[in-house]
């Protein structure tokens, strides 16, 4: 994406099921557990750029031991700094007390993280400032080991408000309206509730209170409790958590949205976001990796045992497409497989711009997620070109000479790399001409490549949403090359409404396609439709949010997918640039054809898997309107 927009966190999970000691004799260390939870951080660094955290739960320890540990950072190598900061101890070992690293009870009753259980977070904020507090994991912290509570996520819940009402209903008094503490005194509400159960029920059967506590472990209903936490939660998430007691869970939202895979042997339970990860990390097959299906989650007991549980009843799914797109690595078999898939559809729709000139066309692309797409891209033009010299020899009722052959062998793909991201700038200047200036020197560009005049530009992007970097930098040094024609060829459809569910594009007033629907709607003197969308969603303002529906849809209805792309083209199109310009999108029913299982398109359609999307759009159609630059949500 040739934009930056904010999005989705990570986690990592891992749960050691033997002892330390046997990590130890095998692999040469009782850190195995540090090691592979770091892999799988930095592995996923894409997901987390505001910061990273790391929680420890150590199993069998007596009273008066630390036995759970927590280390955050936002420094600008937050993952560096959060490992640093736990293995600072084990440095100073080895240099002092080498010994003491082969014995693990002492490092477990003296060394924070040394450990069963490891719980790692990596925050790529879509609200909220970058600061510690706001760094999973989050603690619920007491006295009593089945009361504390350790929760990270990967998550965005569209009715925070109602839930945190709720909990005040309940008689907390929550210090945030955040989801994440939201989410996490909802949990730790239940969580209390099923300690209060359990040990009224022993209790009346006469057990001591030390003998209770026993009994709360290995009677703990983890199930009950995330089922009811979960109840009245509208949005995407992942949700890790561990009890204090060791009983852990990876919980994935009923439709789907957000990502989550586990891997589990004799020796290790792992749960990740994405799963190239988790191959890398162990050196396994990726059919050994399974996906946590939607409405479901991994329990592991304290004892070691783990399960998959249902804890919801599922809806349509609708796995995020964006994830596919762009988000997640595109090392991921399928992921990999998808994205030429989107590039190869591209192009029928390129040709008919550049009139299927091939000879004086230049293709490229804007680094670097777009690669996988453009490789797609240039094997369907391979395809196309020898289909083409295919016809041209056939058609041939003599031997053609070798020039003639050589002339028809000459038909093949241009490509050059032209869009080359050359650094990264701030300023704090205050005169926009003169900061749009620096951003438009983001992007360097090859010259000499292009024939000034004759040569269309085909440039490839994975998705093009708010359009402020193509018409502000890309488009501007692109023209400096001269082309007759720049072509810029998105391999996702146009970005229509808000996301809610993890995503960072929550107002519809950014997107490009919006303003060049509004702009169109005026243009063709059908303004009325933007007052009739208005009123249809201020009258739905105070209904429950089963009952909203999604009017925003009836602002692009007037209009062919063709018609919006050109306006896009001629709003993204800078007055000093003198090449044609064009934009074109790939279409909604060739998305579904190249993710056939990743249905969660309501980006491009509206349709959003649950209640919470339709009043998201509705809000932020409203703020449009009023002229308030404020969230949906």
């Not at 790391?54 to 420094?75: D, E, F, Q």
């Not at 040569?455 to 490839?460: F, H, I, K, R, T």
Request: include cysteine; aromatic fraction near 10%; charged fraction near 25%.
């Amino acid at each position: 994406m040739s934009e930056p927009i904010k999005h989705e966190c990570g986690i990592a999970f891992i749960r050691l099921l033997k002892p330390l000691e046997y990590y130890l004799g095998k692999y040469g260390t009782s850190l195995y557990g540090l090691n592979k939870l770091q892999l799988l951080m930095e592995k996923q660094h894409n997901r987390g750029q505001d910061g990273a955290g790391v929680a420890c739960i150590k199993l069998g320890l007596l009273p008066g031991k630390k036995y759970i540990n927590r280390v955050r950072s936002n420094a600008t190598t937050s993952i560096k700094d959060v490992f640093d900061q736990i293995f600072a101890p084990f440095r100073q070992l080895r240099e002092d007390h080498p010994h003491r690293l082969n014995d693990v009870q002492w490092l477990k009753e003296n060394i924070d993280f040394t450990g069963e259980i490891f719980l790692g977070h990596l925050r790529y904020g879509t609200y909220g400032k970058n600061s510690i507090q706001n760094l999973h994991p989050f603690l619920r912290e007491n006295n009593w080991k089945t009361r504390n509570l350790v929760l990270a996520g990967n998550f965005n819940l569209t009715n925070v408000d109602e839930l945190f009402k709720t909990l005040v209903d309940l008689g907390q008094y929550p210090v945030e309206t955040s989801d994440t503490v939201t989410v996490l005194e909802r949990i730790g509400h239940f969580v209390d509730e099923e300690n209060e159960r359990l040990f009224k029920a022993f209790r009346a059967k006469g057990y001591s209170k030390k003998e209770i506590t026993d009994f709360i472990i290995t009677h703990f209903d983890l199930k009950s409790v995330l089922t009811r936490a979960a109840s009245k939660w509208d949005g995407g998430y992942v949700m890790a958590g561990i009890i204090g007691h060791g009983d852990a869970f990876i919980m994935r939202d009923p439709a789907g949205i957000r990502p989550a895979y586990f891997y589990a042997d004799d020796e290790v339970v792992i749960a990740t976001s994405e799963r190239p990860v988790i191959q890398t990390t162990l050196n396994v097959k990726a059919h050994q990796i399974d996906e946590i299906p939607p409405a479901h989650f991994l329990q592991v007991k304290s004892n070691g045992e783990w399960s998959l549980q249902q804890f919801a009843e599922p809806i349509r799914t609708a796995s995020c497409s964006f994830e596919r797109i762009y988000f997640s690595r595109g090392t991921d078999q399928e992921i990999y497989h998808e994205r030429k898939q989107l590039g190869k559809m591209l192009l029928p729709s390129i040709l008919k711009a550049i009139d299927y000139d091939l000879e004086n066309t230049v293709f490229s692309y804007i680094p670097n997620t777009a690669a996988v797409a453009f490789q797609g891209l240039m094997e369907a033009l391979a395809e196309f070109c020898d289909e083409k010299r295919k016809e041209k020899l056939l058609a041939l009722d003599y031997t053609p000479t070798k020039n003639e052959i050589d002339e028809i062998f000459n038909i093949k793909p241009r490509f050059e790399r032209i869009a080359v991201k050359d650094i990264k700038i701030r300023t704090f200047i205050a005169e926009d001409e003169q900061r749009d200036d620096l951003v438009a020197h983001v992007y360097d560009v090859t010259y000499g490549a292009i024939r000034a005049g004759i040569d269309n530009l085909v440039v490839l992007d994975d998705s093009i949403v708010r359009g402020t970097t193509l018409r502000k930098s890309i488009i501007r040094i692109l023209d400096r090359l001269e082309p007759k024609h720049i072509i810029v060829a998105s391999s996702a459809p146009q970005i229509r409404y808000p996301d809610c569910y993890g995503i960072d594009m929550a107002k519809l007033s950014d997107f490009i396609a919006f303003k060049a629907a509004i702009e169109l709607l005026k243009e063709t003197n059908q303004a009325h439709i933007i007052n009739q969308v208005y009123r249809m969603a201020k009258a739905q303002e105070n209904l429950p949010r089963e009952q909203i529906q999604n009017p925003v849809k009836k602002i692009y209805e007037p209009f062919s997918d063709e018609e919006i792309s050109n306006k896009i083209s001629q709003l993204v199109k800078n007055h000093q640039v003198k090449s044609r310009v064009s934009v074109i999108f790939q279409t909604v029913d060739h998305l579904h054809q190249a993710i056939p299982h990743h249905s969660g398109d309501w980006y491009f359609t509206g349709n959003y898997p649950t209640p919470g999307g339709n009043k998201v759009v509705n809000k932020s159609f409203i703020n449009f309107i009023e002229g308030k630059n404020e969230r949906g949500y």
